[in-house]
Structures are given as C-alpha cells and as structure tokens.
C-alpha cells in the first residue's frame, strides 16, 4: 500500500499524471485521503458531503465493508483468469445480473466500463442486422472512447468528431428546453416521435442498425422522457427492423427508483449496457445484456471482439456483493422512497424560493436543477458547453459548507450513494439552500 503523504502525493500528481477532459496545467485536482459511506476528506481534513457519488458509480457509498470483503477474498483465493476460462465470480455476476434484467436479456458479455460496453453492443446490433447506421441523441452521453463520444450528443463530442462512423443525431425529449416549441409532455413525446420518425425515413430504415438512447439521459441533464416516448421509440424499431440500445450505464441499478431505468416506461430493449452501479465501481466493470435472437446470431458463428480483462474476477466479486447487498437492504427501494418523500418535496421547496432555480427534475437518487439568469427567457445561468462566476460562486460555497456536489454547464446534479439516510440528504439539501443565498446576494 502507498504511504505517501498527501502533499507528495498532489505533487507527483502534478508532475506525472495526465488527466481526462482537462487542460492539465491549470488543474488543481483535490487530494482523498479517506472516504466512507456518503463522505470523503480532503487533505487538510475536512469532511464532504459526497452528493456526486464520485462520477454517479459508488451507489453503496464509500468502503461498503462487504463489496471490500469480497474483494478481499476473492484476490485472496483467485486474482485474475482470461475471459476464456469460467470462474464462479463470473458465472454468479452474470446470473444476478440477468436475474434483473428486462424480458429476455439473459445473456451478459462483460467489459471494463460504460464506452467500451456501448461500442460492443453496437457491433452486436451491426452483425445482427447487417446494418452499419446508428442514431443517438443531442444532450447524451455515450462514453469517451472513438465510437462512444461519436455517439455522444454533448460538447465533448465536437473535438473527436471523426465523421465516419455512421453516428446519427436526432432531438430526443425535453420539454423544457423543447426542440419542438411543445409546452406540454404529451405535445413534446408526438412531436419528438414524429421528427425520429422522419430522421428514420431521410436516413433509410435499411441503413440503420441501432437507435442507441439513456433510458434517462444522465450527464446531459437527467431528462425525463414524458410518458409513453420510450414505449414510441420501441414501435418505430419494431417496425423497421431497427435494435434499440438502452444505454443504462449511469440510470440502471437502482439509481432511478428501479433496478433499470427503462422499467419505468415497462419497454424491453434488444440490448442494454451497464457499468457504474454494477459494483458501485469498486474495481472496473461493465458490459452488454443480450437478448435471445441477438444470441442467437452468435450461437454457431464467432462473435469477433473480446477484452483481455472482460468478467474479471476481483470486479465480478465486487458485482455479487453488490447485488446481493441492494437485494438483502432492498436498496432500490429505498432509493425510490428518497425521490418522492426526500429529494422531490425539497428540491420543489428550494426552487420555489430560488429565483436562479429553473426547474428541477429528477427520480430515485437521480437529480437536477437547472439555474438560469431569467425564469421567462429561461436564458442558462451558464452557456451551453460553458461554465460562469455564478456557478462557480455556488459550487465554492458549497464545498466551503462541506458539500461536493456535481456541477454541468448549467446545472447541479444531486446524485448521492442510494445509501444515503434521510438525514443525509436533508443536510446536503440545507447546504445547496445555503449556497444558492449565498451566491446569488453575491452576484447582486
Ligand atoms: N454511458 C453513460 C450513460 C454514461 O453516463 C457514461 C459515463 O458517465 C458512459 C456511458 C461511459 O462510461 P465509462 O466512462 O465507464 O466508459
């Protein structure tokens, strides 16, 4: 184990690691020295609040001593084996898994995260069809490897844009922010269904493989899709022969109030990615549910892809506790029981009081609020792609209270482990009430 201190271990952070989406020189990356449950402490000791689950992945919080015993004892008996090989860590992370999964998505082919999990079940969705286009949504994202940020309908996108990838965007849902000058839900799902439906027939229902979309767009804003969209998008697949990829990478395993966020809509997708959550990120993990006819395509004729660490134990061992643990404290339903009695009815309070506060949205453990200068005009309190001193202020005034929480663009998302207490929660809500004052008589 590292004994460095704190202070030679940001120096050497400085000097030797490159980090992800960053200018590195400016960056001034906070040291953990501890962590447990919803808390972290940074190196001049001072506790936080962790309303970020670090990237949305430590769904049992900090150092869940029995994600860390089973970790413990399965480097203790067996590291590490090839993908070829069966082990039992494997073989009941995949059982658990399919065990939650919807319809008939039994088959489970593993990754090391969320990109690579949904570049596998494009290739899947491309072999099986013979098809090589892909549509996905603007406001999502899909991962940081080529394909997956090609994928992603976010600002990241705009820097590895290879434009060969036959990646397709099109405007999914969001009333707020309508694409479709809608100002009702049921205005919004129509006139969203008949655009994809439009972007199908101008690009050729024959070209397309896959419709890759969040069941609830994450990062980009945790969107609600309003009632029956999903079920819409499902029928146009069905119809054109089209796979429909539900990327729940960030919404599944429980974040959202159920195992997976698509149940919420009752749709089956033909196949459906995961990460995070799956062992609250304890040790790399993702991958793809396959469903029966896509099996099958595969059952006499090779799959060509393959990752040297796919299934690895120690992260599969890490997947059984934590399944097991969200079965045994029924933690999925704890995360709903937040949403509606905890995070809803206060994030409703703190927006009826905060000019700034444009709308919250959000289900489970699995929220946002969207700040803008203006309620009419809804003009963000940050661009698109952007960040400003308002945000800024809130976010230093939060941390300075001794809460982290997870800022994007124009919004705060409030995404804690779904082990947090009522009592947590509450104290983290207070701190953002605080913080909003704060910054706002600041600006003023
Ligand atoms: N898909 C979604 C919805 C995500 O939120 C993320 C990461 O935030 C990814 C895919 C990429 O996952 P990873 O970073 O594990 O590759």
Redesign the pocket.
Known sequence: MSDLTADRAYELDRKHVFHSWSAQASLDPMVITKAEGSYIWDRYGNRLLDFTSQ??FTNLGHQHPRIVKAIQEQAATLCTVAPAYANSARSEAARLIASHTPGDLNRIFFTN????A?EHAVRMARLHTGRHKVLSTYRS????TQL?VNLTGDPRRWANDTGSTGTVHFFGPFLYRSAFSATTDEEERERALAHLEQVIALEGPGTIAAIVL?SIP??AGIMIPPPGYLQGVRELCDRHGIMLIA?E??AGFGRAGKWFAIEHAEVVPDLL?F??GVNSGYVPL?GVAISEAIYQTFADRPYPGGLTYSGHPLACAAAVATIETMQDDRIVEHAAALGTDVFGPALRELAAKHEWIGEVRGTGVFWAIELVSNRETREPLAPYGGTSPQLAAILAASSRRGLLPFANFNRIHLVPPLTITAAEAHEGLDILDQALTEAASASH
């Open positions: 990237l949305v995260g969320g990109a690579d949904n994202y899909h991962g940081g997956a969040e994450g990062t990327d990478v960030m990615t990460a995070k993702g």
